[in-house]
């Protein structure tokens, strides 16, 4: 093969840019901005933001678009203990994602002002007293005007969530709801709201619709104790059914349930297939992929979302850091769709860090 000729050279050495001097101007203005501010691209050593994808930390909601919040909760699960610890280990594999999301090329901290609020601060021992302490944040920052994204922490942190945002918009919300199982059995074991029964109770409590919750990737051995998610009308779609017919029929049906009104999204990790997803309370094989679940996440753009959580990621399990690994990308997904939902209902500022 002939040696490239001087023209070429000329031509590729002309596309020789500095190293934030980006094609994208977008892309150029925010790391000039956020690198002064303690931005790092070199995640392999100390961050001077450490949050969440290096979202800078703050405990009040004012001024801000979307509160990142840490729920270490694991007292109402059923099975292993460990998603306390989930909020810790999701921030630590948050380094590997972010600023741009490389499927909608927009970047949640120009979208919009965005913090790592920190964990939820306990008061007491106890389940109950632990979710009125989520109860309590998330009413503070949905009146603040937030839009909130939790970590769990066991699924019950849902409860206190859906609790604090349903009071402080004053609404019962549309539900999409990604998990191996409903959620919607009685009490038991002496806790009237716990890992099984959360949906049941935000029900009950007024804080969501049935009629337009969509529940998907249902399924494993607790399927008996769901009668409660069919009886009241929710719209439960199995993960054969994602399977038998894709991801665009899930799509379209979701957006059909849920309408145009507020609607919070809820992601238990254990929706994910076990094969990818081990790293949970309760893992189920036959479950969803990671590229149907993302897929989901992508087609809730343009609803009305006020909120989101992933829930479950439990790094005791978690032998190998796959699902540390997956949940991060999952959670930023996460959100980059409260970003993309928010800035295109209001005029949003960006994120700055000091």
């Known amino acids: ?36 501010q303690g931005y790092n691209l070199d995640t392999t050593g100390f961050l001077q933001h450490p949050g969440f994808f290096q979202a800078p930390h703050r405990r ?25 610890h989930g909020p810790q280990a999701v921030r630590e594999w948050s380094r590997n994602y972010g600023p741009i999301n490389d499927s909608t090329g927009q970047i949640p901290f120009e979208q919009c002002s965005v913090i790592d609020f920190g964990d939820v601060e306990w008061s007491a021992t106890d389940l109950q007293t632990r979710l009125n302490d989520i109860y309590q944040v998330f009413a503070a ?12 922490g066991e699924h019950t942190t849902t ?35 716990n890992d099984g029964s959360i949906f049941r109770q935000a029900v009950l409590n007024g804080f969501i619709d049935p009629e337009r919750t969509v529940q998907i ?97 439990n790094p005791n399990r978690d032998s190998d850091g796959k699902s540390g690994h997956l949940a991060a990308a999952l959670f930023f997904e996460l959100l980059c769709l409260l970003a993309d939902v928010r800035s295109e209902q209001q005029s949003c500022g960006a994120t700055h860090w000091t």
Request: aromatic share 8%; glycine share 14%.
């Open 60 to 84: 009040s909601g004012e001024g801000v678009d979307i509160a990142m919040v840490g729920s270490p909760l694991d007292l109402g699960a059923i099975g292993l203990a460990g998603t306390r």
């Open 217 to 313: 990737g249902i399924r494993g051995r607790s399927n008996f104790l769901w009668e409660f998610s069919h009886d009241s009308g929710m719209t439960v779609i199995t993960a054969d059914e994602v399977f038998e017919k894709g991801t665009a029929y899930v799509i379209d049906k979701a957006r059909e349930v849920v309408g145009k009104d507020k609607t919070y999204f809820s992601l238990d990790v254990d929706g994910l297939d076990s094969n990818y997803m081990m790293g949970t309370t309760g893992p189920e094989p036959f479950g969803l992929n990671p590229r149907q679940v993302r897929d989901i996440i992508l087609g809730a753009r343009g609803l009305n979302i006020i909120g989101a959580d992933m829930v479950e990621m």
């Open 159 to 193: 409860f206190g969530c859906l609790k604090g945002l349903s009071e402080a918009h004053d609404d019962s919300f549309g539900v999409i709801h990604i998990d191996a199982h409903c959620d919607t059995m009685a009490s038991w074991g002496g806790d009237v709201v």
């Open 1 to 36: 093969m002939a040696k490239l000729t001087e023209q070429q050279l000329a031509k590729y050495r002309a596309m020789d840019r500095p190293a934030f001097d980006f094609a994208e101007p977008g892309v150029t203005v925010f790391f000039e901005r956020a690198a002064e």
């Open 141 to 152: 920052l949905g009146q603040a005007g937030c839009a909130t994204l939790n970590c769990g």
